[in-house]
């Protein structure tokens, strides 16, 4: 799998972070990736950083957001940007390099609470 630098999906992150007030989100901490000839069903992904490199280490947490070339790149725009906003709502509020489940017992990462942030914040009509 190849991978390349996405500075055209960082630059939308960081409109996207400051346009839903996500304060816990350190963009400069955030790396985006296009993916090609990925073997994933997903349009997306999302990596953290194991504890283990903040403990032993030493090293701040960090987050890549990786786009499957194949099938993000024929998105609409407006799906592009529910991509990105579900793939930022798996950091968690303490920005420490996990990763947050789509079903916790005080969140749910779906289409539906997408569509509510989207409305919410009159992203996209």
Sequence with gaps: MKYKLAPEIKKQ???LVKQLNFTHIKVNNIHCIRSYDAKTRAYARIWGMSRLFKEVAGLQPHYIIEVNAKKYDKLSEREK???????????PKTFS?????HRGPHHRINDREVEKIMKNMKLVA
């Design 13 to 15: 992150i960081k409109t």
């Design 81 to 91: 940007i529910k991509t990105l906003i579900h793939e930022l709502m798996h950091i």
């Design 97 to 101: 390099g996990a990763l947050l489940s």
